[in-house]
């Protein structure tokens, strides 16, 4: 009788366990708050109101559970309370447009102007390298979305209105041009050193070989089923194999199109596992991170 008791409440616990549902942090240019919702209820457990005239294209959250978010005027971490534990602005005529967090902890950071900026910061807010470089283009806000830093210490840069990703070296030098497509949003590493790269009003992404300069494939607007592709924003990898993928309405019409969700996630072999598609609830979602 012991025996079965104790298998039975084995059982309860892996199954409690095997349920406990993912929840995403989610933003967007256009919305007017962040929020984390419940991945299988889809509904919103959290959420952090923005300031008429922000734009969030970027969120992540540290190992500490705060949140970092661009708000096109500067960038805050803050608490799940609320808290602002520090507010970095953007200088004016800029848009500070990236916040991620780095795998040693401290956050990377990037604005849009001329000069245009990227810089590394510590949890007390503390700048702890900056540099300075002229995209070539004129009006920030045709400049960059998401800026990465790969494992050389390179940092890449999908560049709007040239259509091409650049990477530079921490010392502001140029080290490769990649022509590409669209309005390149973001680059995601891959387990095989490849990189995918949304590319925006191209209603496409792409998997990149950087080294070679090489696009090994590419997804078009309607290559995948149950969605058509629309500006591709976020891309952010599962560890499943899998991906989120931002489908962000605010170019063209009909934004409500029910065959048009605003995020979805891909299985490994490209298929649709779930989707989100609410607009009555939520914003154009541009931007998405899973919650530790």
């Not at 916040?99 to 702890?128: F, H």
């Not at 696009?215 to 607007?221: F, I, L, M, R």
Request: net charge negative.
């Amino acid at each position: 009788m012991k025996k079965l008791i104790t298998l039975f409440v084995s059982l309860l616990i892996l199954t409690s366990c095997s349920s406990s549902s993912e929840k995403l942090l989610l933003a967007g240019s256009g919305w007017n708050k962040l929020v984390i919702i419940d991945k299988e209820s889809k509904q919103i457990e959290w959420e952090y109101p923005l300031n008429a005239g922000w734009e969030c294209n970027s969120v992540d959250m540290d190992k500490a559970g705060n949140i970092l978010f661009s708000y096109s005027k500067g960038a805050q971490l803050i608490t799940k309370d609320k808290k602002v534990l520090w507010d970095i602005p953007a200088p004016e005529n800029c848009e500070l447009q990236t916040a991620k967090v780095l795998p040693d902890g401290n956050y990377l950071l990037a604005w849009c102007g001329n000069p245009a900026s990227i810089m590394e910061v510590d949890s007390k807010g503390t700048i702890s390298s900056q540099i300075f470089f002229d995209t070539k283009i004129d009006v920030p806000h045709a400049q960059f979305r998401q800026v990465n830093k790969n494992n050389k210490g390179n940092y890449l840069i999908p560049l709007f209105q040239s259509s091409d990703l650049w990477e530079i070296s921490p010392s502001a030098n140029v080290v490769k041009q990649i022509p590409l497509e669209g309005t390149p949003f973001c680059t995601a590493l891959l387990p095989n050193g490849n990189y995918l790269v949304a590319c925006g009003d191209a209603h496409s992404y792409v998997e990149l070989d950087i080294e070679g300069g090489d696009v090994v494939k590419e997804v078009q607007a309607n290559d995948i089923e149950g969605i058509s592709l629309r500006f591709v924003a976020q891309l952010l990898p599962t560890k499943q194999g899998g991906l989120f993928l931002c489908n962000w309405q605010g170019h063209g019409t009909d934004p409500d199109f029910p065959d048009n969700p605003q995020l979805v996630e891909l299985d490994n072999q490209g298929n649709i596992v779930w989707s989100l598609n609410d607009n009555a609830t939520f914003g154009m979602i541009s931007t998405v991170c899973v919650v530790k």
